[in-house]
């Protein structure tokens, strides 16, 4: 059968999908999968839990409100699902993995690692997210989980600049600078965020499953 390959999640991993496929996204936002037939978000006007970006509704493809722990679809209803960078603000993952598997035959999930949540942490992540052997280890973010100082580094730098650094506890200079030093951070930033891509096998989980998977949430 007929298929075609998408760019998919923020690590823009390659992901093959039959042009059969009845597709979902789930958490669709501000950056909805062109390929998804059907957009799901539980928020439609509050962009709390996408960084202050609002949500885009294509006039092609139908948007419908929903919660990922509790989906208004039946059983397997698509044949594949687009989870991208949703897991980590999700209160009952329980209920939200085992929506996932009811709800479709496969699908694509991914989110920051552990590793990326060290340095780029964001108060709405609850949990740390790894692929074991193609199970899905879940633990929760401490309470009050600390950046440090290197991380509070990173992310100033990563973000210098833009609407992520408001309201955060970053360095000052993170909200800007005079020249020549703005010039020099911004293409810093640039760098960082060049290198975040490149070494996504350590920055992302990313995590493809067909017919259905395991998860584990480790206290």
């Not at 999640?9 to 979902?24: E, L």
């Not at 062109?34 to 885009?56: H, M, Q, W, Y």
């Amino acid at each position: 059968m007929p298929t075609q390959s998408f760019s998919t999640g923020n690590s823009k991993t390659t992901v093959t999908f039959n042009d059969t496929w009845r597709v979902a996204d789930l958490g669709s936002g501000h950056n909805p999968h062109p390929r998804a037939n059907i957009l799901v978000d539980r928020f439609l006007f509050d962009n709390t839990e996408r960084s202050g970006a609002p949500v885009i509704l294509p006039s092609s493809k139908t948007f419908i409100v929903g919660d990922g722990c509790a989906m208004p679809f039946k059983d397997k209803t698509f044949d594949f699902i687009i989870c991208s960078h949703v897991i980590e603000h999700i209160e009952d993952v329980d209920d939200f993995c085992a929506e996932l598997n009811r709800v479709s035959r496969g699908g694509y999930l991914e989110c920051p690692s552990k590793f990326a949540e060290v340095l780029r942490h964001a108060p709405n992540h609850r949990w740390f997210v790894s692929n074991k052997n193609g199970k899905l280890i879940i633990s929760p973010t401490p309470a009050g989980y600390p950046m440090g100082w290197f991380g509070k580094l990173f992310f100033s730098l990563y973000f210098y600049g833009t609407r992520q650094v408001i309201d955060r506890d970053v360095f000052s200079f993170a909200h800007g600078v005079p020249q020549p030093f703005h010039f020099i951070l911004s293409k810093l930033r640039k760098v960082l965020a060049k290198l975040w891509v490149l070494f996504k096998p350590i920055t992302y989980t990313r995590f493809l499953w067909k017919d259905s998977f395991i998860w584990q949430v480790v206290e």
